[in-house]
């Protein structure tokens, strides 16, 4: 088992640029989540899918970011145009979550974004 | 949306001491996980507690949630430095919701 793969692992980009997160969720799982921690705001929620379906976008800063999951081992998260207080580290998740049940997230590696 | 508070936000504990860690809420929660986040690293699930009054062990690790299902605790007995890191509880969502609220942590440092 993989694992959840996020790309790239470090991101580096200048401010306005557009800057694309990838995931791989582990097979199986129907619920992928992206989070984004910062030290002042810790572990953020920012979207997350069942079956590849967008159920809850609240946590999205703004109209600067959007997340797709075009099928169920692959989505994005994109910033465009990127700013400086984008910077943090965006994880990816996934989980079983099945029937009503919780079960645990599967947490990626994550990526660690700056924009200069 | 639900909130959970966290207390402490940091802990230094001399090698071999007792740590707890509280998670508090003003709702009641229908579950409570645990993750632990190595530095450098990224959250790793613990545990998942369901049922109020709910106790579970991981060896060093007891884990409770209250009675009322308001809050939860993480004590980890003896600790070494391996338990360094934070340590998240996570609020499940309300019905038919999957997501999970995040505390902020508690960042433990192990003085060896």
């Known amino acids: 088992d993989a694992g959840v793969i996020q790309s790239p692992r470090h991101e580096v980009t200048e401010m306005g640029q557009e800057v694309t997160l990838r995931c791989k969720p582990i097979?199986?799982?129907?619920?992928l989540f992206w989070y984004r921690q910062t030290m002042m705001r810790g572990l953020e929620l920012l979207i997350y899918f069942n079956n590849n379906v967008p159920i809850d976008d609240s946590g999205m800063p703004e109209d600067r970011f959007s997340a797709k999951m075009p099928n169920a081992s692959f989505s994005t998260l994109k910033i465009q145009p990127s700013e400086p207080r984008d910077s943090a580290v965006y994880f990816c998740?996934?989980?079983?979550?099945?029937?009503?049940?919780?079960?645990?997230?599967?947490f990626g590696p994550g990526t660690r974004l700056t924009v200069t | 949306g639900q909130q959970v508070m966290q207390i402490p936000q940091y802990q230094h504990v001399q090698e071999g001491e007792d740590f707890t860690t509280y998670c508090n809420s003003s709702t009641t929660l229908s579950n409570i996980q645990w993750y632990k986040q190595r530095p450098g690293g990224h959250p790793v699930f613990l545990i998942q507690?369901?049922?109020?009054?709910e106790v579970k062990k991981q060896k060093r690790l007891t884990f409770q949630f209250g009675e009322a299902k308001k809050n939860s605790s993480l004590h980890i007995t003896a600790t070494q430095t391996t338990d360094v890191g934070t340590y998240f509880c996570?609020?499940?969502?309300?019905?038919?919701?999957?997501?999970?609220?995040f505390g902020k942590g508690t960042k433990l440092s192990v003085i060896p």
């Open positions: 996570a609020a499940g969502g309300g019905a038919g919701s999957y997501q999970l609220t």
């Open positions: 097979s199986g799982h129907n619920s």
């Open positions: 998740a996934s989980s079983p979550n099945t029937g009503g049940k919780h079960y645990e997230q599967y």
């Open positions: 507690l369901v049922k109020s009054g």
